[in-house]
């Protein structure tokens, strides 16, 4: 057969081969669907006989509810119960998500350390991309390495990079380059942005109503996520950088430490409220809770930004594997 | 009639189960996942609920009442909300670190198949 021939025949096999993707291969779908449905009728059972709507409050509610205002003078008790009554709950649940948070972090980090999320992989991009004359790329890693220069080919030689989206003339030919989106967008999220993060803010300041350092954080990485879509990463980076976010991360974290274990200190117990309690209705009158919602804000708002960030900006490591690499001399590791 | 909210809880668990268990595109695997925990906090939610009951907020009460009659009146359980507002997180936290490993699959095998991926196979 000639060399065309085996091309050809590679090619049909490549394209039987997406379309089976296509086609999408279960694993057994009735034997999971009969697994499935079983829980399913097994849970059904279940919550046809647990209390409805008319069943009376249970009495840790009732507990929480009569305390709420007596002894932590909050009015919302929700955030009595989440950042008071069961504060050790909480506790755990921030360190699950710090776990959550380190875990990202250590499976999207590049081989060396980055200072930023973004672009210092295009300062080795050269050298990463080339292909080791002494290893010779399987064809997979070809095509593979191909598509990815394809896909970077308007970030390495494109046109010069402006400093603000803002200095690119109206009327430019689209697609504007992916830096930022349009002008209408642009003037909207500076319209929102900053009533959006004073809105954040207030969840968590106002505690005594609904609100609290969960809902707060969320707002805040929708703030940071809005300025990142709108006008890019060149605006954000010197604020989004790895070692700003997770130093203020495990500060956070060391400030909700700190305040569950000074109720020890001084009370007795972990987690009990150490604080003067301010007027009802204030900011401030929650005591030990207010403090525990503020740091929250914080260890969630840069935890959710530095998992956010971190997926963003996960690149493809080229460097062949310790295994891998040794049968072709040194194959470029540890240069 | 909340009973129909713990049903859909449980229908939508059982949506997530059967993806998980049928799919083998990862992506797919981790949306079933998230179906089932949005079920949880379906059924959370639901279970906070008193037939004609208001929020647990002692902030303003309805005209008539006092905070002390509405902390003992017909309110919706606020432990349950706490409840949800922790699996909130934490789903978000779990959703994660799926997706970034999913990623990192598909960078090393080049592929989101789950049969696929047998590195650890005998």
């Not at chain 1, 909480?90 to 959550?100: P, S």
């Amino acid at each position: 057969m000639t060399r065309a021939g085996i091309d050809d025949n590679r090619s049909v096999a490549r394209a039987a081969d997406r379309e089976a993707t296509e086609r999408e291969p279960r694993h057994r779908p009735w034997v999971g669907a009969l697994l499935a449905a079983g829980i399913a009728a097994a849970l059904g059972v279940a919550v046809a006989g647990i209390p409805r709507e008319h069943a009376p409050l249970p009495l840790i509610a009732r507990y929480a509810l009569d305390i709420a205002i007596p002894r932590w003078k909050l009015t919302e008790p929700v955030n009595e119960i989440v950042y008071g009554t069961r504060g050790f709950d909480t506790f755990g649940e921030t360190f699950l998500l710090l776990a959550a948070v380190m875990s990202v972090v250590v499976i999207t980090r590049p081989r060396e350390p980055r200072r930023g999320y973004f672009g210092e992989a295009a300062a080795g991009a050269r050298e990463q991309t080339q292909d080791d004359p002494a290893v010779g790329a399987d064809p997979t890693e070809q095509e593979a390495r191909s598509a990815e220069r394809r896909e970077q080919g308007g970030a390495s030689h494109g046109e010069e990079p402006v400093e603000t989206p803002d200095a690119v003339p109206l009327g430019t030919p689209a697609p504007e380059r992916a830096e930022a989106m349009t002008v209408v967008v642009r003037t909207a999220i500076r319209v929102v942005l900053p009533i959006l993060a004073v809105a954040g803010l207030y969840l968590v300041v106002w505690g005594y109503s609904p609100g609290g350092g969960f809902p707060g954080g969320a707002v805040m990485l929708g703030v940071l996520l809005l300025v990142y879509a709108a006008f890019g990463r060149r605006k954000i980076s010197r604020v989004i950088r790895p070692d700003l976010l997770e130093n203020l991360e495990l500060a956070g974290a060391a400030l909700i430490i700190m305040t569950e274990f000074l109720g020890l200190v001084f009370q007795g117990s972990f987690s009990a409220n150490w604080l003067p309690l301010a007027q009802l209705m204030t900011p401030l009158s929650g005591g030990v809770a207010q403090l525990f919602s503020a740091s929250e804000l914080i260890e969630v708002a840069t935890g959710l930004a530095i998992v956010v960030f971190a997926l963003l900006g996960i690149s493809h490591d080229w460097a062949p594997d310790e295994g891998r690499g040794s049968s072709g001399g040194d194959g470029g590791q540890g240069q | 009639m909340i009973l129909v909210n713990y049903l859909a809880a449980v229908a939508l668990f059982g949506t997530g189960l059967y993806v998980l268990l049928t799919r083998r595109n990862l992506i797919k695997i981790v949306m079933g996942l998230s179906l089932m925990e949005a079920s949880t906090y379906l059924f959370l939610v639901s279970l906070a609920y008193r037939a004609g009951s208001t929020a647990p907020i002692l902030l303003s009460p309805p005209p008539g009442h006092t905070a002390r009659q509405l902390a003992h009146g017909n309110v919706a359980d606020p432990v349950l909300q706490n409840f949800c507002l922790t699996a909130v997180v934490i789903g978000v936290a779990v959703t994660a670190v799926f997706l970034s490993v999913v990623v990192r699959v598909a960078q090393h095998y080049r592929t989101l198949d789950a049969d696929q991926v047998r590195a650890m196979r005998g």
